[in-house]
């Protein structure tokens, strides 16, 4: 068992979906996978294990957050084994043309977070999605006549930011949408020589004002998954 992840060795998946929420975690386990296992109810943090067409898959409720994600991706890598990570997870549009509903497959992360300053100093390392898992997944997301786009996104320190016209300037260059955990899972990904991607569903427009509702939130969600998990 490692410190946050109360599973013994070989309970968990070489491939891994993160959803930032543990009853995200739950949900994927209950209506996606066959014969799940609760491995780990530690601090709340659900994680379960199953079978998807046969392949054996996890998944794992991380928390908000870059530090919160921090710690589940290291143990799972580091612990237990994991070596494909794939983030599932929603995220805020910073332009018109990518609607809600859309996905956004993230190549790339920037960041206003300090881990990777104390990580790096000042080398500014720009996290990257793994190639052959963005491959396949843009590759599966045409296949499956799916809306989505493929760039960077904002990974945010701050939900509720005290500059809130801040992100008008990542728009202007070409940055997607923003949310919270990416960066950090590329860069431990990268540090461990695993393979890690950010699959998201878009929430909500910043430039638009337009949003889902609860509901309209679970079905985008099922997409992401179906998408996610046809990686595994």
């Not at 949900?27 to 379960?48: K, Q, W």
Request: aromatic share 8%; with cysteine; hydrophobic share 40%.
């Amino acid at each position: 068992m490692s410190v946050h992840i109360g599973a013994e060795k070989g309970a968990i998946a070489e491939t891994v979906l993160l959803p930032g929420d543990p009853l995200r975690a739950r949900y994927v386990a209950e209506n996606f996978l066959e014969d799940s296992i609760c491995y780990n109810e530690v601090r709340g943090m659900l994680g379960y294990t199953g079978t998807f067409d046969g392949r054996r898959v996890s998944v794992q409720g991380t928390g908000m957050g870059q530090p919160s994600l921090a710690i589940y991706a290291t143990e799972l890598i580091r612990e237990y084994g994991a070596k494909n990570v794939v983030r599932i997870g929603s995220c805020g549009s910073y332009r018109k043309e990518i609607a809600v509903r859309d996905l956004v497959i993230a190549m790339s992360a920037s960041t206003d977070s300090g881990m990777n300053r104390r990580r790096f100093g000042d080398i500014d390392f720009a996290p990257c999605a793994d190639f052959e898992l963005f491959d396949r997944c843009v590759t599966n997301a045409r296949a499956a006549g799916l809306a989505f786009h493929a760039g960077n996104v904002f990974s945010a320190d701050y939900f509720y930011d005290p500059q809130p016209d801040g992100w008008k300037a990542l728009a202007e260059h070409g940055v997607l949408a923003v949310e919270m955990e990416s960066a950090q899972l590329y860069t431990i990904a990268a540090g461990h020589g695993v393979r890690a991607l950010s699959i998201l569903t878009v929430s909500d427009n910043l430039a638009t004002g337009e949003a889902l509702s609860s509901e309209e939130r679970e079905r985008s969600f099922s997409q992401m998954v179906e998408l996610a998990l046809s990686l595994a």
